[in-house]
């Protein structure tokens, strides 16, 4: 199975998922309130499908697949740990390379690929589980509906491995209120890829500090602005000379590496105010109060930013899943507060799937466009 394949197959599951769903949603829309069960079960199952579907699939499929099962296969020539890692096809990442290893002691390289598929999905299950498990199948609908999920899945498997630890860390925070616990996922995100270091400092900021939302919509746009005249993270005090000391970040920050900087244009902005302008309509216009959609919301904001001052380096795109992996919490976590009024409920899911139709249309764009 090829990657064209590969790809329509999980389209054909997104579509399944979505007729499956309809008389979920449509008895959500009727009864002007929540309907979980059946939903539930099916985002389980979707789940399960996907593990297997990523798991077992062909080493061609995927940008990175080879490079994962090189190195996979590598560390089986090793018996010491302290060898294999020294000479790591993938030098970089001595957390990742310790997984591996022990994973190569006793599994084949497909289903090596089959684990790392477990837990980036599982952990992303009990992320949104632990979030709402009322809201599950809604979560899960946003995720699913969202470009970068199946690419984290196939292509920058760490970059998704850190991803699911960072909505569980704070799905842990926020929801369970237990810090060390939550502590211990954003660790682990971190040493999956350090970049999570940037969400995990901003979490901790705006729970713990309280800024005025107009301080994150200024430093948001003054990014914007930088990215638009070509500056980048290199280009600011300390930061910037910090960079020029690391070897791999100056090969991002030069754009030279295998992949091309996103640069500033129409689809990068569009893509990334739509969810600040539904959360907008939500905070703004319908004046709801409710301190945890405003922390994910200045948490969107201030990730954004630093997106931008990505643009115009090498791999950009995975600076910017930062913020995306945040989007299906500002989809739904409206819905929470409408639910006891049916004409509320009504309308907030009407946006909510407005909002999904449209992530969807730009999936496609930025897909075959």
Known sequence: MDSYEFNLKYYYFFISFVIMISP????????????????????????????????????????????????FENMKRYNMLGDALEYAV??????????????????????????????????????FYRWDREKLFFNFLVMFSLIFFLSMGINIMRSGLAASFLLLGYSTLVKEKQVKKSILFFVIASLFHYSSLVVVILVFVIKYFKIKDLLFFVVLLLCMFLAFFGFSLKNLP???????????????????????????????????????????????????????????????????????????????????????????????????????????????????????????LLGMYRLFV
């Open 90 to 127: 993938i030098g970089r990442d001595p957390f990742f390379n310790t997984i591996t290893y022990i994973l190569s002691r006793f599994l084949s390289s497909s289903f090596y690929l089959l684990i790392i598929a477990v837990i980036y999905l599982y952990t992303m299950y009990k992320a």
């Open 24 to 71: 979920v949603l449509i008895a959500n829309y009727t009864r002007g309130r929540l309907t979980v069960s059946y939903g539930n079960i099916l985002s389980g199952l979707s789940c399960l499908f996907l593990i297997f579907l990523f798991g077992f699939r062909d080493f061609s499929v995927g940008t990175d697949t080879r490079n994962y099962v090189a190195s």
């Open 238 to 360: 300390i930061i910037g000379s910090i960079i020029a000391e690391n070897e791999r970040m100056t090969l991002y920050i030069s754009g030279d590496a295998r992949q091309a900087a996103s640069g500033f244009n129409i689809y990068v902005i569009t893509f990334q105010f739509i969810p600040i302008l539904y959360a907008s309509y939500f905070l703004y216009i319908k004046k709801i109060s409710n301190e945890v959609y405003r922390d994910i919301f200045k948490l969107f904001l201030s990730l954004s930013a630093f997106y931008f001052l990505c643009l115009n380096i090498s791999y950009s795109d995975r600076f910017g899943l930062l913020s995306w992996i945040f989007i299906p919490f500002l989809a739904t976590e409206p819905l929470n507060w409408t639910q006891n009024k049916a004409g509320n409920y009504r309308n907030s899911l009407s946006k909510y799937l407005g909002f999904v139709f449209v992530l969807v």
